[in-house]
């Protein structure tokens, strides 16, 4: 059972353009969305996160857009560089035991051309 | 700071044998978590530890343990390897776990099985 829904699996963007990757849950009682980015050969990087009383997020040129009542999240790549050419994975956390516990999206390969 | 640290990076088992991977947190970091990365399943977490303790379990089977020591540094065991433990395994450690946004990733070690 897949519990948070990621799409696109890959996604070609031109340098200077907008990348928008898409997850969505299952579970209402997830109550953290955190967005990682990794790099061939290196471990995932935590890029930006979300609470769900927030329906927007903005650090930098990344962006979470969060919508509740459709358990659906959004991340939002301004001005794409090829710098920004990686893996992301969106992610909803689950309470449990005094820790944030992630259930991942498969993962989106992003390619930006220059 | 120093990051996260695991060795070895590369190993290469055949059936039936077992494996121990280590990681090193951050220092000061007293949670670790171990999370499996293959193509098929994607990222999935293992089990966290904190202060030598392990507080959250994800769904593997007993084959696959771990245990935390008292300077918080880590090591994952699985025991009777299969074809299909063949992944890249992750470690990241948390200062503060309940928080959840400061979890940092090691490079994670690769399993071969053969």
């Known amino acids: 059972q897949q519990q948070v829904k990621q799409s696109p699996q890959s996604l070609i963007v031109q340098k200077g353009g907008i990348s928008i990757i898409n997850c969505a849950y299952e579970n209402t009682a997830f109550d953290y969305f955190p967005w990682y980015q990794q790099f061939p050969g290196k471990g995932p990087a935590l890029l930006i996160a979300?609470?769900?009383?927030?329906s927007e997020k903005k650090e930098g040129r990344f962006t979470i857009s969060f919508n509740k009542s459709a358990k659906q999240f959004s991340l939002h790549i301004m001005d794409s560089q090829p710098g920004d050419s990686a893996t992301y994975f969106c992610a909803a956390s689950l309470r449990s035991g005094g820790s944030y516990i992630p259930t991942f999206g498969r993962g989106t390969s992003l390619i930006v051309h220059p | 700071k120093a990051g996260v640290t695991q060795t070895p990076r590369y190993l290469i088992k055949t059936r039936g044998q077992q494996v121990t991977l280590s990681c090193s947190p951050i220092?000061?970091?007293?949670?670790v978590s171990w999370y499996q990365q293959t193509p098929g399943q994607g990222l999935q977490f293992l089990f966290e530890?904190?202060?030598?303790?392990?507080?959250n379990k994800g769904n593997f089977p007993g084959r696959f343990s771990g245990r935390q020591f008292s300077n918080s540094r880590s090591e994952m065991n699985v025991s009777t390897l299969e074809l299909g433990d063949s992944a890249l395994y992750l470690c990241a450690s948390s200062s503060d776990p309940g928080t959840s946004g400061g979890s940092y990733f090691g490079p994670g070690t690769r399993l071969l099985v053969l």
């Open positions: 979300i609470r769900p009383d927030v």
């Open positions: 530890y904190f202060s030598e303790t392990q507080r």
């Open positions: 220092s000061g970091h007293r949670s």
